[in-house]
C-alpha cells in the first residue's frame, strides 16, 4: 500500500477544497432577481423581486434592500 506523507495529504486537501469551492461557483448559486413571486401580477409591486419583503403602496424603493421598484 501507499503511504502518502504529511505534506502530500495537505496538498490533497487544498486541491480539493479549490475544486469543491470552483464547482460551488458554477451550480446553484444564481440569484433569482428578476422574477417576481407568484401571484404578484404583472406590476410586480406586491413583493420585492431582489429580497422578496412585501413593499408599501407609494415608495420607490424596497425598504429590506432598498432595490428600486421596477
Excluded: E, Q
Aim: glycine share 20%.
Amino acid at each position: 500500500m501507499p503511504s502518502f506523507s504529511l505534506s502530500g495529504l495537505i496538498l490533497f486537501a487544498i486541491l480539493v477544497i479549490l475544486v469543491v469551492r470552483t464547482i460551488g461557483k458554477f451550480s446553484g448559486n444564481r440569484s433569482n432577481t428578476g422574477v417576481a413571486p407568484r401571484g404578484t401580477g404583472p406590476s410586480g409591486n406586491a413583493f420585492c423581486t431582489n429580497c422578496g419583503a412585501p413593499l408599501s403602496g407609494d415608495g420607490l424603493f424596497c425598504g429590506g434592500c432598498g432595490t428600486r421598484r421596477g
